[in-house]
């Protein structure tokens, strides 16, 4: 991938020859397309590599629906033609599927919402309440870089429909619970918990914790 500097190519998007060039925020990128593989060559890839294609298609699958989560949760790792997207990609692959004998899965309980560099929540719970999902914690204000005005990050899903309930604006750090209404249908999933927290720094800028996993509930 190479980026594209004050030339005619940088009006070009679409594939051109063996090229494709595309925008990442006003900036013209550059890649190789993919080469064509034959059947026979499809047939003689190796286990370890079959694996990774595997991985890799099982993680795209599972983050369908969070597109907008993750752009949110991973944005710290944005940066020139990566975007947050790729980031939550490459850590799902290497870092949330557990084994089985011979076969794995992603696990929700390692999956990460968001990753950065503030301070995580400490002490987190999920509990049901006849209004919602009621998600409590410790106040950790003033260790490291937490402080008392960061705002809460959740998330629900339930990855057998895709479906995804989250808000980027909760209730504070010092506020300890943040309560996410259901409506009657949702009440009637269950649904993987996350917590985050992100602080808003110079410049419009934003850090974001490492989600935590508060279980199925």
Known sequence: MGRVRGTLASAIEGRVGNLIFYKVDGVTYVRSAPGKQSKAKKRKVSPLKKMSQDKMGLTQQYLKGLTKVIAFGYQEFAEGAKRPYHACVSY???HCFSYEGEGYFI???LVKMSRGSLMPAIEPKAERTSEGI???WEDNSWQSSAKPSDRSFLVLHHPGTKQVVWDFQGSIRSAKQHLIPLSEQAHAKSWHVYLAFSQEKY??????SDSVYLGEV
């Not at 410049?203 to 974001?208: D, F, P, R, S, T």
């Open 92 to 94: 799902t692959k290497t």
């Open 203 to 208: 410049k419009g800028k934003v850090i974001l």
């Open 107 to 109: 696990d929700p309980a």
């Open 134 to 136: 009621l998600i409590s």
